[in-house]
């Protein structure tokens, strides 16, 4: 069964910025496509960032595009979410998913049905 475990939410300032990682153990990585999605109270969970297994290809949610960043590192099997110009409405909790390889493009890869493989999820609150 695949681990993977996030870290790097918090309290942070409107405008502020945060990074995001999730570790991911007991599964092959590199083969594995990688997707963000959070969710807010009474919400439900709203895909945020996801990237390829393969060939690098990115997509974002409307709400983040130009604001956040989705990278990962196949070597220390840790996807990152980059996170700028926060804003009261990115309060949530953030989770990140795995799903073996997976395409990532507007049709596919944007929807938690989708991902098998789950964190815990870390919290993030933007204040005013």
């Known amino acids: 069964q695949g681990q993977l475990v996030e870290s790097g939410g918090g309290l942070v300032q409107a405008g502020g910025s945060l990074v995001l990682s999730c570790v991911v153990s007991?599964?092959?990585?590199?083969?594995?496509?990688m997707g963000w999605f959070r969710q807010g109270p009474g919400t439900e969970r709203e895909f945020v960032a996801a990237?390829?297994?393969?060939?690098?290809?990115?997509y974002y949610g409307d709400s983040v595009k130009g604001r956040f960043t989705i990278s990962r590192h196949n070597a220390l099997n840790t996807v990152y979410l980059h996170m700028s110009s926060l804003k009261p409405d990115d309060t949530a909790v953030y989770f990140c998913?795995?799903?073996?390889?997976?395409?990532?493009?507007?049709?596919?890869?944007?929807?938690?049905?989708?991902?098998?493989?789950w964190g815990q999820g870390t919290q993030v609150t933007v204040s005013s």
């Open positions: 990237i390829s297994w393969i060939g690098g290809h990115v």
């Open positions: 998913a795995a799903q073996y390889e997976l395409k990532i493009t507007f049709e596919s890869g944007l929807t938690a049905r989708e991902y098998t493989y």
């Open positions: 007991e599964l092959s990585f590199r083969s594995y496509s």
